[in-house]
């Protein structure tokens, strides 16, 4: 079946410009979360969609990200005033379920996001 | 708080050697621990996992066993193949989210 994709896959922006990032997840998985993967460095989480409950915010580095989802379907990242620290490689992954403990997720093959 | 902790890269083997990548964790309760594995050009993917301890995950040749004891979770292969050269992380699940190490670069050359 499909898997969870992402768009654009490159995006080039420059410095002070907005960007939005999307995210397809697994049909029918409820949970869904962004990370930021720069250059040689592991994932860092950044924002957790559960469902209808609140996001978990707690990743994000600033203000200027903020992200959204629309029920238990696409997400969007969106990143304000675009700084060069912020390229990376921004990962999507979603998962079916949020039981007690073990949570396996899908990941997506991620937007390169370069910052001029 | 919960965290992993995960050998440094790169390791550069020679094809058939025995792999060994340490990873050692801190977390409350009983996590889920996991390997996930990047491939070049392509997105993270769930490599093993074990949900609790003495638990031994396997798949394509890594195994990893899920020490509590020593809150361990080391991924190992007897003899790696050039294929195998990937990031390896290590990572735990609690309360609904993944905390992931750092990453492993495995180079394996022929």
């Known amino acids: 079946g499909a898997g969870v994709s992402q768009s654009p896959s490159n995006k080039v922006t420059e410095k002070g410009k907005d960007v939005e990032l999307r995210c397809d997840p697994i049909?029918?998985?409820?949970?869904l979360y962004w990370y930021r993967q720069r250059l040689g460095q592991g994932l860092e989480f950044l924002i957790y969609f559960q469902g209808n409950s609140a996001p978990d915010k707690s990743g994000l580095p600033s203000d200027r990200f903020s992200a959204e989802r629309t029920g238990e379907s696409v997400s969007t990242l969106t990143i304000q005033r675009t700084q060069q620290e912020d390229s990376a490689v921004y990962l999507c992954?979603?998962?079916?379920?949020?039981?007690?403990?073990?949570?396996?997720?899908?990941f997506g093959p991620g937007t390169r996001l370069t910052v001029l | 708080g919960n965290s992993v902790t995960q050998m440094e890269g790169p390791v550069t083997l020679s094809e058939e050697a025995f792999l060994t990548i340490n990873c050692t964790y801190t977390a409350t309760g009983y996590p889920s621990l996991f390997w996930y594995v990047q491939y070049p050009g392509e997105g993270l993917q769930l490599l093993l996992k074990?949900?609790?301890?003495?638990d031994k995950g396997s798949n394509k040749g890594f195994e990893a066993t899920y020490r509590k004891e020593t809150t361990s979770f080391h991924l190992e292969k007897g003899s790696v193949q050039v294929s195998d050269s990937a990031v390896y992380f290590c990572?735990?699940?609690?309360?609904?989210?993944?905390?992931f190490g750092k990453g492993t670069r495995l180079h394996i050359l022929p």
């Open positions: 074990a949900t609790k301890a003495d």
């Open positions: 992954a979603s998962s079916p379920v949020a039981g007690q403990g073990y949570n396996e997720q899908f």
């Open positions: 990572a735990l699940a609690r309360d609904d989210k993944i905390i």
């Open positions: 049909s029918g998985h409820t949970a």
